[in-house]
């Protein structure tokens, strides 16, 4: 689904980012605190926002936000390169397959058409992508949860 009105990508683009970081750096068992992982979301998600804007092939800005999510890890982070691939291919994956899956749960479950999804106005474009964003919020405050209690136990 695309989205034209620029406020409404800025409004999904920057909280999936934020979250993105959280459950990447929580899935490769990585502590950061809050402000940096903010710090690298916003960052992640002002670029991937801009590579949004720009008149490129829809789909060639996946490649380009791993690239910017890997970098960004690496460099406010300082998380090693590797360590930076597997987070961003992980996040990236679970978001793909959470869009799947809410895909799936509306035209399957809810019987809305294609064609609504694809033909709807930029707002119920907005609404119908909240649950995977929801789906991946969720997963990451749960994993972050879950990453710094195990750290307080060893502690």
């Known amino acids: 689904m695309l989205i034209q009105d620029w406020h409404y990508q800025l409004i999904g683009t920057i909280p999936e980012a934020i979250a993105m970081v959280a459950l990447g750096t929580a899935l490769i068992k990585q502590k950061y605190s809050w402000k940096k992982i903010l710090l690298a979301g916003l960052i992640i998600g002002t670029i991937?926002?801009?590579?949004?804007q720009t008149p490129i092939k829809y789909g060639v800005h996946i490649p380009i936000g791993i690239i910017t999510y890997m970098l960004t890890l690496n460099l406010v982070l300082k998380l090693n390169i590797l360590k930076s691939a597997t987070a961003s291919l992980i996040s990236f994956t679970l978001v793909i397959l959470a869009e799947i899956l809410t895909v799936?749960?509306?035209?399957?479950?809810l019987n809305y058409s294609e064609e609504q999804l694809l033909n709807a106005n930029d707002l119920s474009k907005?609404?119908?992508?909240?649950p995977p964003l929801l789906i991946i919020i969720a997963l990451a405050v749960i994993m972050q949860i879950i990453l710094h209690r195990k750290k307080e136990d060893k502690d």
């Open 104 to 109: 799936l749960v509306q035209t399957r479950l």
């Open 48 to 52: 991937g926002f801009f590579i949004q």
């Open 126 to 130: 907005f609404l119908f992508s909240l």
